[in-house]
Each structure stands twice: as structure tokens, then as C-alpha cells.
């Protein structure tokens, strides 16, 4: 707090109304408020008890000396109430002006043009502050996945009673392949010997594959034996 009332000082303020208003303040700050300027009313005749204007880190306070500078009034806004703020100069000095959000106007005119524009610099920074806080750190949510075992579609099951219904039977391959034979039987008188010792074979490929009985192979084997 030193530091800033050395700046403000060594900007053609007046120490005495400083010391005046900070040694009142005193009492008004919050715990960590800090005073970021303190502007002061210039006006062209001599100013007795002239008006000012403090700006904080959290607030604007308005003072207005009262009962012949035995007392002051202090009228503050939070920087969350403030919507705006500008500053107008003339020919004897700068007004500074700002509004509320209950469309309320406030207006301390006859400040030094250099003061003017360090208020509204500083009221500036603090709007912007509140309009663009800094990004708070992005923490990225990872969801965890669902186990696989969530994921296996439950099939109903049926129960199987009749077991030969689900394993294929070789009896119509066996049927096929012994009419298939037995009707080939009529042109083995026809057939040389070579290709009835073919046919011998692949009876006994059959049999050892077991799609025919042996009787029926014997059968076979016997009929091919006649014309050899």
C-alpha cells in the first residue's frame, strides 16, 4: 500500500488529501484489498473539500466530504456491479464516469486529465479481469471402458434331447453309395480287368471307411470275383 501512495504521490496529487482518505480507509478495507489509485478533484478556484474517488481490488469507492470536511461519505460498488466505465476530458481537467447493472451513473468530474486516465485504466483491467478469468486447469475425465465380459451378448440355450438330431447320419451316404454298387453289378460282365480290380478297391475303401458292413463288402467282392 506504501508503494502505490509513492506513485500516486509523484503524480501531482495533493499529500495532504491523500493521507486525509487513506488514513479513513483504513478502517473500510477488506483483508486482502489492496488500493490501486486514488484520484482527486481539481476544480479551477481553490478547492476546499474536494471530492475522490478510490479504486481497490475488489471494489470503487466514492468520497464526498461532508459537514465542512469534518466527516466523509463512502459510497462503493463491487467490480461485479460495475457494467462500465469511460472518461471524458475538457479544457479544465476530466470527468470520470461509470454505470451499474441497476443502470445507476456516477460521475466525479474536474480530475486532473493524468489521474483520469490511470483510473480508467485500472477500473479497465479489473472489468477485464471479471469478463476473461483465467481458464481454470482442464482436467480430462477418462471413462473407464466396461469390462469385454459386459459386452458378450447372453444367448439362450436349448436343451438337446435327441442327439441324433444334431450329428449327421452316414446311413443315406451308405444307402447311396451300396445302390450305387449293387446297380453297377449288371455291367460288370462288360467291365475289362482292370477295372474291375478298380472297383474291388474302392469297395475295400468303403469298408475301411466304414460306410459298408463287411458282409456287404463280401457280397460285393464276390460278384466282381466271378468275372475275374
Known amino acids: 500500500m506504501i508503494d502505490n501512495l509513492k506513485k ?21 478495507l477488506m483483508s486482502n484489498e489492496e488500493i490501486g489509485y486514488i484520484a482527486v478533484q481539481k476544480k479551477p478556484a481553490v478547492t476546499i473539500f474536494p471530492d475522490s474517488i478510490v479504486v481497490t481490488n475488489k471494489r470503487i469507492i466514492l468520497c464526498k466530504p461532508k459537514n465542512l470536511g469534518l466527516s466523509m461519505e463512502f459510497i462503493d460498488y463491487d467490480w461485479d456491479d460495475i457494467a462500465g466505465s469511460f472518461v471524458k476530458e475538457g479544457i479544465l481537467g476530466a470527468d470520470f464516469t461509470f454505470t451499474t447493472h441497476s443502470d445507476l451513473t456516477h460521475t466525479v468530474d474536474y480530475l486532473p486529465k493524468n489521474q483520469a486516465r490511470k483510473l480508467y485504466t ?26 469385454a465380459n459386459d459386452l458378450i451378448e447372453e444367448v439362450q440355450t436349448e436343451e438337446v434331447t435327441h442327439f441324433a438330431e444334431l450329428i449327421p447320419s452316414n446311413d443315406g451316404i451308405r444307402d447311396t453309395e451300396v445302390e450305387a454298387s449293387i446297380s453297377e453289378e449288371k455291367g460288370l460282365a462288360h467291365l475289362s480287368h482292370d477295372e474291375l480290380f478298380g472297383k474291388l478297391q474302392n469297395y475295400k475303401k468303403l469298408l475301411d471307411n466304414g460306410l459298408i458292413l463287411q458282409g456287404e463288402y463280401d457280397r460285393l467282392k464276390s460278384e466282381i470275383l466271378k468275372y475275374l
Open 8 to 28: 500516486i504521490l509523484n503524480e501531482d496529487q495533493d499529500p495532504k488529501a491523500i493521507e486525509k482518505i487513506t488514513s479513513k480507509l483504513e478502517n473500510l
Open 122 to 147: 485500472y477500473a479497465k483491467e479489473q472489468l477485464d479481469v471479471l469478463k476473461n478469468p483465467k481458464a481454470a486447469p482442464f482436467v480430462e475425465e477418462v471413462k473407464l471402458e466396461s469390462p
